[in-house]
């Protein structure tokens, strides 16, 4: 996967653009303990991508009704 850099001019808009077109995925975790007893645990996924991305990735792996129908069809 190639790496482009981005002028430092660019606007938002070219960046939400971005974003939209290649998607962007935000993986957290945490943990907070005391004297080894687990308090609280937060495990979080965010993925921000636009429709069409979304779709067209989610039918390769089987996720839309098409891609199912398919499947199915293949089977």
Do not use: C, Q
Not at 3 to 32: P, T
């Amino acid at each position: 996967m190639a790496i482009e850099k981005l002028n430092a001019s660019s606007s938002l808009a070219d960046v939400v653009d971005r974003i939209l077109d290649k998607g962007i995925v935000v993986d957290a975790w945490a943990r907070v303990s005391l004297v080894g007893i687990e308090l609280l645990a937060i495990e979080a996924r965010v993925v921000v991508v636009g429709v069409d991305t979304y779709l067209k990735y989610a039918e390769a792996v089987g996720l839309t009704a098409g891609g199912l129908a398919a499947g199915a069809a293949a089977a």
